[in-house]
């Protein structure tokens, strides 16, 4: 491995570690709560490393979702040779694991940010979690199993902005029910609909 490649896993890994940390204070104490010092001190890097990376604590927010990409990244390694609706039921699963254990609390604000950033994206095609549903959508387009009525990439943003919804229905609810079942009762429907 050269020395460039070295260098960005490094820094790869210490903003992976200072979003964790991150997440896991805001959950124990609340954001407002948590300081600068208190997150560098629990990823174990430094103050210039934190803002290296992120121009203030609120910054945070901004990168909210790209910890839930990362963490469904990781989880859904390997997976790739399950057949397609597994993967998306297995996806959805551990989209809602991952909401659940950040908390609603800390969902409405990584969501807060967001509204309140006029340059954000409503949906990124770059984020992972987006691109493996995509991805889960055109296998079963290409076995037949997809209604050709709906284009694989158009019914992954439906199902991602309806179960978007699910969860912001979730924070106004304030995490008074668990997600999955919400998730896979709307799942099983979308199911039903979206077949040939």
């Known amino acids: 491995m050269d020395y460039q490649t070295r260098r960005q896993l ?6 992976r570690a200072i979003l964790d940390a991150a997440a896991k204070l805001t959950k124990e104490k609340g954001f407002e709560k948590v300081s600068v010092r208190d997150i560098c001190r629990c990823a174990g890097v430094t103050t210039g490393a934190f803002y290296h990376h992120f121009a203030s604590k609120e910054d945070l927010l901004n990168q909210g979702f790209a910890s839930m990409d990362a963490f469904m990244e990781r989880t859904l390694e390997g997976s790739e040779t399950l057949p397609p609706l597994e993967r998306l039921e297995k996806l959805l699963r551990l989209y809602a694991a991952f909401m659940e254990d950040q908390g609603w609390e800390t969902v409405a604000l990584y969501y807060g940010r967001r509204l309140a950033d006029p340059a954000a994206e409503s949906m990124s095609p770059s984020r992972y979690t987006l691109r493996a549903m995509a991805d889960c959508l055109n296998t079963l387009a290409r076995q037949g199993i997809l209604s050709p009525d709906y284009a694989p990439q158009w019914t992954a943003e439906f ?5 978007r919804g699910v969860v912001i229905d979730w924070i106004l609810h ?21 077949r040939a």
């Open 10 to 15: 490094q820094s790869d890994h210490t903003r």
């Open 174 to 194: 304030r995490g008074s029910y668990p997600l999955w079942p919400r998730l896979n009762q709307d799942y099983q429907l979308f199911n039903k609909a979206f």
């Open 159 to 163: 199902l991602f902005r309806h179960f």
